[in-house]
């Protein structure tokens, strides 16, 4: 996050939604077949209020990072060096 704040890319936007498209994906294959690396493998796990309220919350921040890829780029602002 510190990172898409000091320099902001398209690249970053990318690698972002995608890593957090991938938690999502693993909270949703934990609660629904389950997974082999668990206590029981293969066992679903139980959903509770705060898991669902922050998998929401990753999925509307998956949205945004989307979203800020579809921006149209900004124009290249000159550097004082350029101008010599």
């Known amino acids: 996050s510190v990172a898409i704040l000091v320099v902001p ?3 970053l ?4 939604a995608a890593g ?3 938690v ?3 909270y949703l294959a934990s609660r629904t077949v389950g ?3 668990a206590p029981v493998p293969w066992r679903p796990e ?3 209020f705060p898991d669902v309220t922050a998998t929401l919350l990753e999925a509307g921040c998956c949205l945004l990072f989307l979203l800020l890829l579809r921006r ?3 124009p290249r602002v000159a550097a004082a060096s350029d101008w010599r």
């Open 9 to 11: 890319s398209r690249r």
């Open 13 to 16: 936007f990318a690698i972002a």
């Open 20 to 22: 957090t498209g991938t």
């Open 24 to 26: 999502i994906a693993v």
């Open 35 to 37: 997974l082999p690396l």
């Open 46 to 48: 139980p959903v509770g």
């Open 72 to 74: 149209p780029r900004r």
